[in-house]
DNA sequence: AACTCGTCCAACCGCTGGATA
DNA sequence: TTATCCAGCGGTTGGACGAGT
């Protein structure tokens, strides 16, 4: 794979800095007329003399029209530290799961106050422990921050792009870590799927796996659920995350429960994850069905809810790609 | 009022890896 | 298979601003 040549270069006498408001008006115009994507050409093409990066950067973080504004509320900054002890600095990740909150801005929300916060909590608690057995504990009017002692997952994203229909009436399908389970298997296994059920409603899958992963009986990486709101609804293979599809307050068994308890999750087993030093997280099979099932059968009018009867769900179980390739 | 210092955050930079020719 | 394009990610920077002296 070869480096790109740099777009941004200080030899084309481009514009940096702040961006001035006709500039956010050009840009903004020029994307409401012909959409984004291309930004190499982008500024060109709308007259703009900044690099695409910058464009793209500006239009992502700043002018879209679903970004939020306003302060990160005590909800989201709990999410995100949760999300933080799971993920690590995922930013990316971790802004995927709060809707109109970009990377950047949870980056700096993060690195300019939770993390000092945690910092000092962290060192008042060890303080505490140190001194003494005795000290009064600490107050609990303390935001939030803790430190979960938890292993960070770690997730290999793989983006696919080939589309990917799955018969509704077809059992879900649950692709288990396991020796015979390879990446490769895996792809075969959701292309057949994609072959036979060409006309029935969407589910989407996805399908890394890791095939040295053991024992058969246990499940690792996530799960996603989708409910189908089209008769023929197309969508792609990508990289999926717990809770998607899920309501985070779902007290049937989100993904947020599973946050909240994750610490009770320190006796599941654990697995070292084949691309990073640092043991990856692996929720048990009964976790997965106990959550599954839970979630499937509740039984309130929530769009996102679907019912277990009905198989218009597909659970995907997945990530980890191999990375010793 | 002038200066210093710390904080915040928008923007930049280097890099990665999938897509494609 | 290789080179290049391109979008995206996460760490870092630097200017704006407010508080303190």
Known sequence: MGRSSPCCSKAQDLKRGAWTADEDKILRDYIRLHGHGRWRNLPQKAGLKRCGKSCRLRWLNYLRPDIK?????SDEEELIIRLHNLLGNRWSLIAGRLPGRTDNEIKNYWNTNLSK???NHNQRQTTNTSSSSLQPTLPQTEPTPFKIDFPVIRTKATKCSKPLLINNNDPP????????NNAAQSTQLLDSATANNHNNNS??????????????????????????????????KTDLLIDDYCNLDDAAG????????????GDELLLLSPYSDQPTTVFS?????QWTHSYFTATDDDDHHVNDDDNNVSIINHHFQQSND
């Open 254 to 265: 989100g993904f947020h429960d599973l946050l909240i308890n994750s610490d009770v999750m």
């Open 173 to 180: 399908l649950l692709l288990h870590n396991n020796p015979t």
């Open 117 to 119: 916060r945690i910092n």
């Open 69 to 73: 504004r306003g302060n990160i509320s």
């Open 285 to 289: 099979d009964d976790i997965l069905n």
């Open 203 to 236: 589910v989407l899958s996805s399908m890394v796996t890791n095939q040295n992963m053991q024992p058969a009986t246990t499940s690792n990486g996530f799960v996603s659920f989708f409910n189908e709101d089209d008769d023929k609804e197309l969508l792609s």
